[in-house]
């Protein structure tokens, strides 16, 4: 009787542990999630994205049918893995709390679908500014935070610091540096500062000009090769570099493919350099490998319109006394090139124009080609014929304009020309109010941090 009673109990021992293990089993192959993007306590840049990494393989469609944000955003999917990305198509809005969700009903490969809806907030951070400090040599990275009005270095090199760019979420920088060998290394390090490593050693080569894929997978720059036999620089050449990798390889084949000034267009589809044997813009279309030529005397890639359809550019008219400055704008759909200003104006020289991010208005320098060396800021509206002057200071030229990532604000480097002090500063114009405000008096080319 009693091996019965043992036998009975050992067996309702094995059939519970045999439940436990089959819940267990279900519970987790049941349709769930093993982390969010941004995770708890983490702020997205005001370009960042969404991410959610399943703890399955997902049925693509279902998965991203049942993706929502509130408020509504406009977006683009993509999978990483078991991971499904949201790409906002405009930029986050610091006031703003996101709500993420993958609603209940997304379908796994296997059929199975979530039962309960996976939820997170994100919150977005406000952009701050990088800048250099410049010394005789080169200069070091600083970062000004608009919330509190500090500046903090970023890097400690000497002043050893050439160029210089953000990453298109702000999470990264990348920059030139000098090296021991007479050379710019490329080096990475993240927005606060931390963890500088060397993405790219150049040796005697000069690695400078980088900018980044829209995926931030690639940095294009440009390379001026050392040649050890006739112990000079060669022509530059544009190059790429993976960001993860650190491989890296000419753009072009062709040894005689001289150019530089590479720059990806903002929806990731076309990279612009500037051909210096050709002496035109070169568009290569990433997809299709198919190329557009502009040409222009100016030796630059000019600006991407919002979208990534449009360039803004300008061109070397000779003239009798110093030779014209033209705006253009070509539209890759259509082919066709259009003056940016209207009417052609005569005796008038520019400097390269900005692109707002609005797509509404341009930012660009000006001064008559007979004046004196002062260049001002100008702003003007595409759809209206005014243009509107940001600055008006003779004592002065002004370069590095640089839009906000709404289009609201402009900042920009005064350098003066005449004076006690030939310190360069950096300011900050609002749209809204056409007011200007100093904010670092000791900085030098500015770009947005998002």
Partial sequence: MKWRQGYTTYLLIVLAALLAAFA????????????????????ISIYGRFGVTFN????????QAHFAVQPALEGDFAWEGHT???TPRQPLDPSQVYQI????????????RLRTPITWQASVREPDLLFLRLDTTGGDLWRYEFASGLATPL????????????????????????????????WLVSRDGNNPRQLLDCAQDRCFQPDWSV????????????DTEAKRYLSARVWTVNTTSGETAPLYRQPEAYGHSPSFSPDGKRLATYSTLQQAIRVLELETSQESVIPTLYPGVGDWSPNGEELIFIDLVPSVLEPNVAIHIVNFKSQEVRPALGEFIPNMDYDPPQWSPDGAWIAYGARPADAGISKGIWVKNLAADEAHPVTDDLSATFVGYRWGPWGERLVFQRFPISGPTSQASLWLWERSTGKTTLLIENGARPEWLP
């Fill in 215 to 226: 995926d931030a997978q690639w940095i294009a720059y440009a390379r001026e090769s050392y």
């Fill in 84 to 86: 499904l990305w949201f």
């Fill in 56 to 63: 399955q393989p997902m049925n693509i469609h279902s998965a």
């Fill in 155 to 186: 890097t400690d090199t000497g002043a050893s610091i050439i160029d210089f760019a953000p990453s298109p979420t702000g999470d990264l920088i990348t920059y030139a540096q000098h090296n021991a060998a007479g050379g710019h290394d490329l």
């Fill in 24 to 43: 267990l089993l279900r519970l987790r192959n049941r349709v769930g999630h093993l982390s969010v993007y941004p995770g708890p306590a983490e702020q």
């Fill in 101 to 112: 969700i993958i609603n209940p009903g997304a379908e796994a490969e296997n059929g199975r």
